[in-house]
C-alpha cells in the first residue's frame, strides 16, 4: 500500500515503534532459522551445515563430522515442524520486508472500520507467525484449527501482551470522508492509531473519543505524537489542517477533566456542509462537546467571534462559545 | 517497547502467574546476624513482589564483596562478577538486552573505589538500571580495611590509627557527574523509607542510584548507631516526585520539602550537614539515555548478508 | 645482509620513444614523506589500484611513532613499501627497488634501515637542494654524501616545485603528483587510479577531486617526458572475483559475517581501524560498536552481552590485553562465550605502538592468574583475518569459552587481493531460544565425558541462576569444596582436548622429510614460505610449517617433528641469542612460540627471532635458513 511520506517529525516520532515491531519480527525469522537449522535431520546435510558453519578458516583444520558430533544437541524438533516452521518463516519475512509500509493505511474512502480491521489482520499474522511457530515446536500445531492464523489474525483476537507490542497503525485518509468515531473499536489495550488527514475534516475530529483512559491528541506536526506512542493504554491522534482544533488530552494529566485536557487552539465554527459522514450539525455538537469539556480546563478564545455575536460577547470563554454556537446554530442544515 | 525482547515467541501465551515475596527468594543469605544486608534483600523482595517483576527478566548484577553475594539470595537471572565490575557488566547486558530489568548492587569498595571509573561513566550513560550502593563504610569481606566512605578517624586494619582522610560522599560524587538523573539516600534501619526508595528508583527512566547507609555489626557498629538510634540526628526530603514517607510522620522531627529536580538544591544538601539526610536528592526522567540512543533494530539473516555484500562491493577487485 | 632472491622468470625490456619498458614479474616500491604529506595514501591506492588491475599485491605501512613528529627527520619518515607482483604475493619481501621520496631526510631512514636494494632507483624531492634555509642546504649535501655509498640511481625530481604550478600548499599535492608518475612508471590504467580518488574524496567537494586529477596528470606527464624507464609487471586476469582490504578490515568485515552483535571496546592503536571501520556499517546490520571508559569496561561490558545472549567481541592489543585479564578469567569460569582480538603491537608496556610484533602469545595462552583455559586462534594471511571471525565464533559458542584471535600490526594495515567471501546465512549467530525450561535446569549441565554444556539466557522462564567466579558446581551454586574444585578444573580444561580431538594435524609446506623445519605462526608466513621455496630452488633441505591453532595446538606435532632433523621457530618477538654474555641453552629465553613446543612436544626447537618493528624479510629468513643448515648436527 504505497503512502505519503510523513512529515519528519512524526516520521521520527514513530520511526522507533515500527523499528522496535520490526526488529521482534526480524528476530523471531532468526529464532525459526535456527530451529530449522536443527531440524537438518539427516547428517549429510547436517554436516554440510556444520562446514559452512564453521567457516573458511576451518577448513583442512577441524574435522568437520568429529566437530558436528558434538556441537549438535538433540533436536526436541520433529520433521514434520518444517513446513509449518518454513511457513511461518515466510510470513515473517514478508512482513519484515514491507517494514513500515505495513503499518499504514491509505484509506480512500469505504468502510473505515473494514479497512483498519484488515490492515491490523495483516500486521496481526506476525503474532500469528510467532504463534505457529511455537506450535509446531511443541509438536501442537493442527492445520485446520491454527492455520488461518498466517493468512490474518484479526485484531479482536490479539491478546493484551499482542496488543502492547504492535506498532501504531498510521491511516492516510482525506477529512471528508473520516469519521473518526468508529475508531473507538480499536481503542483498547494498548493500540495506536494515527490519523494524517489530508484537507478538510470536522474540526473537532477526536473529540467524541475523550475518555479518561485514552490519549487523544488532535493537533499538527508538532503535535505531542512521542507522548502519546509512549502512553501504556490507548491512544489515537490526528494530523488535522489548520483550521481544526488543537488539543491534547492526556490521560495521566491528573484525576480531573481540568488536568488531562489542554486546548491549544479553537476554530472557527465550521462551514455548513457534511464531512466524514457527519453533518454540519453534529461536527458544531463535537465542538460543542470539545469545549464544554475543555471548559473545566482553560480553554482559550476562540479564534474569531462572528460579528453578529461580537457585541454582546460574554466574558468567558465557555460563554463565548455558546453565544457563537447559537449565533450559528440557524446553519445546521444539510 | 520495553516488553520486546527482539521477539515475539512467547507473546501469544498471556502470562497470568502472579508473585509472592517467596518466589523471590533464593538460598538463605549467609550474611551475619544483624547485618544491614539483610534488610535490604528483604526491601528488594518486597519491591520484586509490589511491581510483580517476572523471575526471568530480572537481572542481579553485582561485583565482589559481602553486599555482593546479593544475586544469590534473589531468585531471578544473575551475575556475581568481579570486584569493582558490576557496572560494565549490567551495561553490557542492558544494550544487549534492554527488555530486561537490571539492577546492579555494589560495597563502598566496590563501587567508589576499584570501581570508581565505571561509576563515573555509568552515571553518564544514564542507562535505565537501578544501581543499589549498600555503604557499611567499610571492606567488610576482606575484613576491616578503610574504604573511601570510612570516616575520618575511624581505626581499621589498613589505617589503625584511623582513617587519614575525609570520607568521600557518594552521594555529592554522583551529583557532580554531567547527566546524573536519579540520586537517592536511604538506611537499612528505616524499612518503609528504604522500601519507597527503592520504588522510586526502580520507577525512574535511567540510572537510579540509591546509597543505603548498611550497618555492619562486626566491623563497624558504632559509625552508624547513633544515627539509628536518635531520630533527631536525621532529616527527610520530602516531595511528591520523591518519597514521603508517611509511615514516619511523627517519628522524624526534620523534614524538608525539597524539589528533586532542582540540582543546585540538590549539591547544596548533598554537603556535609550535622544531619544524615535521606530521601531523593535529584531526579529528573528527562536525561539522555545511552541505551535508547543506541538502540540498534535486528536484521535477519539475509538483510545481513545484502548489506554485507553492498560493504564487500566497495572492496572489489 | 640478505642476497637478492632470484627471479621467478627473466626479465624482458623494450624499448619505447624514448624510454625502456622493462617487464618483471615482481616489484618492490615505497613512497616516503613527513607525516601529514600523504605518502601513505597515495601508497594504498598505488596498491589498491595494482590488485584491482590484477596483480598480486601487498603493502606495509611505514609508520611513525608521533602523530606530528617534526618534518625533514629521519624518524618521522612515514609511508608505504608496495610490493606488487604477476602472481600473488604475501609478504613485503626484501628491499625496495624504487623509492620516490619528499625529503631528503626521510629517504635516509630508509637507507640507514638497509631496506633499499643496491641498485635502487630514487626519486627525490630536489626543492631542499636551494632551500632558504642555509641548514636545510647543509643537511641536503651531507644526505647525498651518505646516500653515495651506495650504488643507487639517483634522480632529482621538481616535486615541490611542479605541485606549486597547481596548489599553494605542495604538502597537499605532492602524493597525487608522485601517484601520477608511479602510475606512468607502472603503466597503471588511470581510469582506475581516478576511481581510486574519486573513492577517497567522495566526501569532499567535487573541486577537491578535480584538484587532485590536475596533479596526478601533472605527475603522469612529467615522467612521460623527464624519466627514461618503465616496468611492466604483467596482471592476470583472477578467474574468480577478488577483493582487497587491509586485515583490520577484513576482521570486521568478518565480525559481521559472523553474526557477531557487539564490538567493545576502546581505542588502541593498531587495533582501533577496526572499530572506525565497524562504526560506519554495524548499525545498518543490526549491530553496535560500544567505546567503553576503558579495557576493563569494554570487556566486561562485551561479557554482560553475551551472558544477556548476544555474541558479543572485544578488540585491542598488548596493553588492553594486560587490563583485561581478570575478566578473561571471569568468562572462563562462568563459560561465557567471547571473542577477543588482540592485534599485537611491540612491547612490553608502550613497546612501539605502531610496529609488528608476535609478543602476546604467551600472554594469551597462559596469561591469567589461575588455571584459565581458552582457545587461541592466529590468522596467518588478510583472508584468514576476516574467515578466522566466524570460526572463532562458533568455536566460543560450541565451547561456551573464551577465543582468542591474534593478528599483528602487519596484518592490521598491510593490504592484500584475496578471494571474495561467499557469505553464508550459516554463518550467523544462532537467535536465543528464549523457551521455558524445566524449573530446576541447571546452568552448567557439563557432559561429564567433554565437559560441554547447553547455555541458559536470561528471559527463559525456569532457568534462573546467578552466573559466578567463585567456584561453583552444576547449579552455579557457590562450592569450595576440594573434589567439586578439582573435578570442575578438569572440565573447564577437557574442553581444550576435546576441541583438539576434532583438529586435523597441520599440513607441511615442502618435502615430509628433510633436514630442517621452519615452525611459524600469524602474519609471518608468507615470508617464511617464501624464504623455503627459494631455499628448495637452492637445494637446500627445509620445509615449512604455519599453525592457526595455538590453543589447543592441532595434534601430532611431535610425529611431524621427527621427521625433521632440526626443528626451529622463526617469530616476531624477543629471544636471547647464544653468542650474548651470560647466555646458554639452559638460561636462554626463547621465542615464545619454541617455548610451547618445547614444552608441548619435549622436542629441542629451536628459534630465531628478530624485533625489529618490522615484518621479516624472506631474504632475512633464508639466510638464517642457510646458516642453520650449514651448523652441522647438533639443534
Ligand atoms: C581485583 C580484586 N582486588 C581485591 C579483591 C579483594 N576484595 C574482595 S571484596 C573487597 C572489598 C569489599 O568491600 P566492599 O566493596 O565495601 O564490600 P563489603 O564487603 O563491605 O560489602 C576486596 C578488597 C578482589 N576480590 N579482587
Ligand atoms: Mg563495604
Redesign the interface.
Known amino acids: 500500500m504505497p503512502s505519503d511520506p510523513l512529515p519528519s517529525a512524526i516520521q521520527s516520532a514513530l520511526a ?2 515500527f ?13 525459526i ?3 530449522l ?1 536443527e531440524l537438518d535431520s539427516d547428517v549429510g546435510s547436517r554436516l554440510a ?1 556444520e562446514e ?7 577448513d ?4 568437520v563430522e ?2 558436528a558430533a ?2 549438535t ?1 538433540q533436536s526436541k524438533l520433529t520433521a514434520g515442524a518444517k513446513p509449518t516452521l518454513e511457513a511461518a518463516q515466510k510470513v515473517l ?1 514478508e512482513i ?1 520486508q514491507a517494514g513500515a509500509e505495513l503499518n499504514q493505511l491509505r484509506f480512500d474512502g469505504g468502510d473505515l472500520l473494514q479497512e483498519v480491521h484488515a490492515a491490523l489482520a495483516s500486521v496481526g499474522r ?2 500469528g ?3 505457529v ?2 506450535l509446531a ?1 511443541t509438536g501442537s500445531f493442527r492445520k485446520k484449527e491454527h492455520g488461518g492464523l498466517l493468512k490474518a489474525y484479526p485484531y479482536p483476537q490479539w ?4 496488543r ?2 504492535a506498532p501504531p497503525l498510521v491511516i492516510h485518509c482525506s477529512g471528508k470522508d473520516l469519521h473518526a468515531g468508529a475508531l473507538s473499536l480499536f481503542l483498547d489495550g494498548d493500540a495506536k492509531l494515527v490519523l494524517v488527514v489530508d484537507g478538510v475534516c470536522p474540526p473537532a475530529l477526536l473529540a467524541r473519543l475523550i475518555s479518561p483512559g485514552i490519549f487523544v491528541v488532535q493537533g499538527d506536526e508538532s503535535a505531542p505524537l512521542e507522548a502519546m506512542l509512549a502512553w501504556k493504554g490507548p491512544g489515537i491522534a490526528a494530523l488535522v489542517h489548520d483550521q481544526a482544533a488543537r488539543f491534547v488530552h492526556d490521560p495521566e494529566g491528573g484525576a480531573s477533566i481540568a488536568e488531562r485536557l489542554r486546548l491549544d487552539f479553537l476554530p472557527e465554527a465550521p462551514k455548513p456542509r457534511a464531512l466524514g459522514g457527519l453533518s454540519a450539525g453534529q461536527q458544531l455538537e463535537d465542538l460543542q462537546h470539545l469545549t464544554a469539556l475543555a471548559g473545566s480546563a482553560a480553554a482559550p478564545a476562540p479564534a474569531s467571534i462572528p460579528a453578529n455575536g461580537a457585541a454582546s460577547a460574554p466574558a468567558t470563554p465557555v460563554d463565548k462559545l455558546a453565544a457563537f454556537l447559537l449565533a450559528r446554530a440557524h446553519l445546521d442544515q444539510e | ?1 520495553s ?13 497470568e502467574r502472579s508473585f509472592s515475596m517467596d518466589d523471590y527468594s533464593g538460598p538463605l543469605a549467609r550474611w551475619c546476624p544483624g547485618c544491614g544486608d539483610h534488610a535490604v534483600l528483604a526491601g528488594v523482595q518486597r519491591l520484586l513482589a509490589k511491581e510483580q517483576l517476572k523471575p526471568e527478566r530480572t537481572v542481579f548484577v553485582s561485583g565482589i564483596g559481602c553486599s555482593s553475594r546479593f544475586p544469590h539470595y534473589v531468585d531471578t537471572y544473575g551475575f556475581h562478577g568481579i570486584h569493582g565490575r558490576a557496572l560494565p557488566i549490567a551495561t553490557g547486558i542492558k544494550l544487549a538486552r534492554p527488555d530486561l530489568d537490571v539492577f546492579a548492587v555494589m560495597g563502598d569498595g566496590d563501587c567508589c573505589s576499584i570501581g570508581a571509573g565505571h561509576w563515573i561513566h555509568a552515571i553518564r550513560y544514564n542507562i535505565n538500571m537501578t544501581v543499589l550502593l549498600l555503604d557499611n563504610n567499610i571492606y567488610g569481606l576482606t575484613k576491616k580495611q578503610t574504604s573511601p566512605t570510612t570516616p575520618q578517624g575511624f581505626a581499621s586494619n589498613t589505617q589503625p590509627r584511623g582513617s587519614f582522610l575525609p570520607a568521600l560522599d557518594p552521594i555529592q560524587t554522583t551529583l557532580g557527574v554531567t547527566n546524573a538523573s536519579f540520586v537517592a539516600q536511604t538506611a537499612d534501619w528505616v524499612p518503609s523509607h528504604l522500601a519507597q526508595t527503592l520504588e522510586a528508583a526502580h520507577a525512574h527512566p535511567g540510572f537510579a542510584f540509591v546509597r543505603i547507609l548498611q550497618r555492619c555489626p562486626v566491623f563497624t557498629p558504632t559509625i552508624f548507631e547513633e544515627a539509628a538510634m536518635n531520630t533527631d540526628l536525621t532529616e527527610l526530603l520530602e516531595h511528591e516526585n520523591g518519597v514521603t514517607d508517611e509511615a514516619l510522620k511523627g517519628v522524624y522531627p526534620h523534614t524538608l520539602y525539597h524539589d528533586p529536580t532542582d540540582i543546585q538544591e540538590a549539591r547544596r544538601l548533598a554537603e556535609s550537614s550535622s544531619k544524615v539526610r535521606l530521601g531523593v536528592f535529584y531526579a529528573d526522567p528527562g536525561h539522555a539515555r545511552y541505551e535508547e540512543l543506541r ?1 540498534v ?7 545481513k548478508i545484502a548489506l554485507l555484500n553492498a560493504e564487500i562491493d566497495r572492496y572489489a577487485v | 645482509m640478505s642476497s637478492t632472491p632470484p627471479e621467478q622468470a627473466a626479465p624482458t625490456l623494450s624499448q619505447e620513444a624514448g624510454h625502456s619498458v622493462l617487464t618483471l614479474p615482481e616489484h618492490i616500491l615505497e613512497v616516503l614523506s613527513d607525516s601529514g604529506e600523504g605518502a601513505q595514501k597515495c601508497g594504498q591506492s598505488f596498491g589498491a589500484v595494482s590488485a584491482k588491475m590484477g596483480n598480486g599485491a601487498w603493502t606495509v605501512e611505514i609508520i611513525p611513532a608521533e602523530i606530528q613528529p617534526p618534518p625533514r627527520t629521519p624518524d618521522g619518515a612515514s609511508g608505504v613499501r608496495i610490493r606488487i607482483g604477476t602472481q600473488k604475493i604475501t609478504n613485503w619481501g626484501n628491499r625496495t627497488k624504487l623509492a620516490i621520496a619528499f625529503n631528503d631526510q626521510v629517504l635516509l631512514s630508509r637507507h640507514r634501515l638497509n631496506a633499499l636494494a643496491d641498485d635502487a632507483i630514487i626519486l627525490l624531492d630536489q626543492a631542499p637542494e636551494n632551500h632558504d634555509n642555509p641548514q636545510v642546504r647543509q643537511e641536503w649535501i651531507e644526505a647525498l654524501e651518505e646516500l653515495s655509498s651506495r650504488n643507487y640511481r639517483l634522480i632529482k625530481v621538481p616535486l615541490e616545485e611542479e605541485c606549486l604550478k597547481i596548489v599553494d600548499n605542495p604538502r597537499q599535492g605532492k602524493n597525487m603528483f608522485a601517484l601520477g608518475m608511479l602510475s606512468w612508471v607502472y603503466l597503471r590504467d588511470l581510469e582506475r587510479v581516478k576511481e581510486q580518488i574519486a573513492h577517497q574524496f567522495r566526501h569532499k567537494a567535487k573541486a577537491v577531486y578535480e584538484r587532485n586529477v590536475r596533479l596526478l596528470e601533472a605527475g603522469v606527464s612529467w615522467a612521460e617526458q623527464n624519466l627514461d624507464f618503465r616496468f611492466d609487471i604483467p596482471t592476470t586476469t583472477p578467474d574468480e572475483d577478488m577483493v582487497v582490504m587491509n586485515g583490520n578490515t577484513a576482521l570486521g568485515l568478518g565480525a559481521m559475517a ?1 553474526g557477531l552483535e557487539m564490538c567493545s571496546m576502546y581505542p588502541i592503536t593498531p587495533a582501533t581501524s577496526v572499530s572506525h571501520f565497524l562504526s560506519e556499517s554495524f548499525d545498518r546490520l ?1 549491530g553496535m560498536v560500544h567505546q567503553a571508559e576503558d579495557e576493563i569496561a569494554a570487556i566486561g561490558v562485551a561479557l554482560g552481552a553475551s551472558f544477556a545472549g548476544k555474541v558479543a567481541f572485544t578488540v585491542t592489543s598488548g596493553p588492553g590485553l594486560a587490563l583485561k585479564t581478570e575478566f578473561i578469567g571471569l568468562a572462563v569460569m562462568t563459560e561465557t562465550p567471547l571473542v577477543i582480538v588482540d592485534v599485537q603491537r611491540g612491547g612490553p608496556s608502550t613497546g612501539l605502538p605502531t610496529k609488528v610484533e608476535q609478543s602476546d602469545l604467551l600472554a594469551a595462552v597462559f596469561g591469567q592468574p589461575g588455571d584459565c583455559p581458552k582457545v587461541v ?1 592466529a ?1 596467518s594471511t588478510i ?2 583475518c576476516f ?5 572463532a565464533r ?1 568455536i566460543a559458542e ?1 565451547f561456551r569459552c573464551v577465543v582468542m584471535v591474534m593478528s599483528d600490526a602487519n596484518l592490521a594495515t598491510g593490504q592484500q587481493p584475496f578471494k571474495r ?1 561467499t557469505l ?5 549467530s ?4 528464549l ?1 521455558e525450561v524445566p524449573v530446576g535446569t541447571e546452568p552448567l549441565q557439563w557432559d561429564p565425558e ?1 565437559g ?1 554444556s ?1 547455555r541458559l539466557i536470561p528471559g527463559q522462564p525456569g532457568g534462573m541462576f546467578t552466573a559466578t567466579g567463585l567456584a561453583h558446581n552444576e547449579g552455579s551454586h557457590i562450592r569450595s569444596d576440594p573434589e567439586n574444585n578439582q573435578r570442575t578444573m578438569e572440565l573447564r580444561s577437557r574442553k581444550l582436548a ?1 576441541l583438539q ?4 594435524p ?2 607441511v609446506v615442502g618435502p615430509e622429510h628433510a633436514d630442517l623445519l621452519v615452525v611459524g605462526w600469524g602474519s609471518t608466513r608468507g615470508a617464511i614460505e617464501e624464504a623455503i621455496e627459494k631455499g628448495q630452488q637452492e637445494g637446500l633441505s627445509v620445509a615449512a610449517l604455519n599453525l ?2 595455538l590453543s589447543p595446538l ?1 595434534p601430532g606435532l611431535g610425529e611431524i617433528f621427527e621427521n625433521y632433523k632440526k626443528v626451529m621457530t622463526v617469530e616476531i618477538n624477543y629471544s636471547d641469542e647464544l653468542d650474548q654474555p651470560y647466555i646458554n641453552a639452559e638460561n636462554r629465553r626463547r621465542g615464545q612460540l619454541a617455548w610451547l613446543l618445547r614444552a608441548t612436544t619435549l622436542v629441542d626447537v629451536d628459534c630465531w627471532t628478530r624485533v625489529f618493528g618490522q615484518p621479516l624479510c624472506p631474504g632475512d629468513i633464508l639466510d638464517v635458513i642457510r646458516g642453520k643448515l650449514a651448523a652441522g648436527g647438533q639443534s
Open positions: 522507533p515503534h523499528d522496535a515491531f520490526r526488529s521482534a519480527v526480524a528476530g523471531t525469522s532468526e529464532q532459522r535456527s530451529s537449522a551445515r559452512a558453519g564453521l567457516g573458511g578458516f576451518a583442512g583444520c577441524i574435522d568429529r566437530f558434538l556441537a544437541g519475512m519484515n506476525a503474532f507467525a510467532a504463534r511457530a511455537e515446536r491478546n493484551a501482551r499482542e502492547r507490542l | 517497547m516488553e520486546n525482547c527482539g521477539t515475539l515467541m512467547g507473546c501469544g501465551v498471556e502470562d538502540a533494530p535486528k536484521r535477519t539473516a539475509e538483510e | 559472523a543490526g586462534l590468522p583472508e584468514e574467515h578466522c571471525m566466524i570460526t562458533r560450541t567471501p553464508d546465512p550459516r554463518w550467523q544462532v537467535q536465543p531460544d523457551s567433554t560441554l547447553p576435546v580431538s576434532t583438529l586435523k597441520p599440513v592457526t591453532f592441532q
